[in-house]
């Protein structure tokens, strides 16, 4: 099992930058995808980005060019680094893995708001 600690949310202004953080620990060896999905206000949970453990990288058409999703694997840690903000992209972003024998683990989740 691995256990997710997630930071680096909170409250910015359209067009401002934030960047979360997933700090990741337990069975690091058998993490073969690190992705984070969002959440927002009557929305469908998504995947908005994800990076596997060889560094493939997907978004979702939504964030492309302005999300960028990284990992240090010295730290076992992962980024979302979240440029240009919209207030649509306001939602609990929630971090994941995904082990190589398939099971999920989540983080608590971090609040994005983008407002003026």
């Known amino acids: 099992q691995v256990q997710l600690v997630e930071s680096g949310g909170g409250l910015v202004p359209p067009g401002g930058s934030l960047r979360l953080s997933c700090a990741a620990s337990?069975?690091?060896?058998?993490?073969?995808?690190m992705g984070w999905y969002r959440q927002g206000p009557g929305k469908q949970r998504e995947l908005a980005a994800s990076?596997?453990?060889?560094?493939?990288?997907n978004y979702v058409d939504s964030v492309k060019g302005r999300f960028t999703v990284s990992r240090d694997n010295a730290k076992n840690t992962a980024y979302l680094q979240m440029n240009s903000l919209k207030p649509e992209d306001t939602a609990v972003y929630y971090c994941?893995?995904?082990?190589?024998?398939?099971?999920?683990?989540w983080g608590q989740g971090t609040q994005v708001t983008v407002s003026s």
């Open positions: 994941m893995t995904v082990s190589v024998t398939g099971s999920l683990d």
């Open positions: 337990g069975s690091i060896s058998s993490i073969v995808l």
């Open positions: 990076i596997t453990s060889t560094g493939r990288t």
